[in-house]
């Protein structure tokens, strides 16, 4: 299957600090990425869907302020976490979908942020 | 997107056939019938897709019923390594990929 990346898998940062979370897909071009969270022992929240070269699409309750999504390539999405607090600390997962007009989504292996 | 409904958990030994119903009695025909699979700390993985038709390939088999009101998954020799969450997810056109609570499988030695 399509192979999505993402860096860093891991990130402690100070709260107040701003954090960047890259997700590239290696092997085909994403017209779409849609980025997740994950808190422990629940399950995958959608946070946005972009689109390469427009503005992302924010789910219900959540601050697009906070969460700064930037898609400007076919292969490059990136999520900026700004000004993180604890409460921001979680799971961030990527995911990817192609070019060919299947709606299949290809995940990311997530990035663990810990904001002290 | 309808929306799908499976057991919390289930288990199964080492070397059998895993099988992992999902009941989507309201979905539309133009939906399909996604699986996917989350390791523990690990982003979701893809498993399969169908409409209509059952599907296979070198992961599992899809064994969509003729009203496809329900569907069943089939990971047909289980190791311990597939131990996992399994979401059944129904998904339509430009629909975006929700999650559910999913079914734990447990493969026990």
């Known amino acids: 299957g399509a192979v999505v990346s993402q860096h860093p898998s891991r990130v402690i940062c100070k709260s107040g600090t701003s954090v960047k979370i890259e997700c590239r897909s290696l092997?085909?071009?994403?017209?779409?990425m849609f980025w997740y969270r994950q808190f422990p022992k629940q399950s995958l929240m959608l946070m946005a869907t972009?689109?390469?070269?427009?503005?992302?699409?924010?789910e219900q309750g959540v601050e697009k302020d906070k969460f700064l999504i930037n898609h400007a390539s076919l292969t490059l999405s990136t999520l900026t976490v700004t000004s993180a607090h604890p409460e921001d600390s979680s799971f961030y997962i990527c995911?990817?979908?192609?070019?060919?007009?299947?709606?299949?989504?290809?995940f990311g292996p997530g990035t663990r942020l810990l904001v002290l | 997107d309808a929306k799908t409904t499976q057991p919390t958990s289930m288990d199964c030994a080492e070397g059998r056939a895993a099988n992992l119903p999902c009941n989507h009695s309201?979905?539309?025909?133009?939906?399909?019938v996604y699986w996917y699979r989350q390791i523990h700390s690990q982003g979701p993985q893809y498993i399969i897709h169908g409409l209509k038709n059952n599907e296979t390939n070198e992961m599992a088999s899809l064994i969509i019923t003729e009203d496809r009101k329900s569907s069943t998954l089939i990971l047909p020799h289980a190791t311990l390594r597939d131990t996992a969450v399994y979401y059944c997810?129904?998904?339509?056109?430009?629909?975006?990929?929700?999650f559910g609570k999913g079914i734990t499988l447990s493969v026990r030695p």
């Open positions: 309201t979905i539309s025909g133009n939906e399909y």
């Open positions: 997810i129904a998904l339509g056109a430009n629909s975006k990929l929700t």
């Open positions: 995911s990817a979908r192609g070019t060919s007009g299947s709606e299949t989504q290809y």
């Open positions: 972009s689109n390469e070269g427009s503005k992302a699409t924010y």
């Open positions: 092997d085909f071009q994403a017209t779409t």
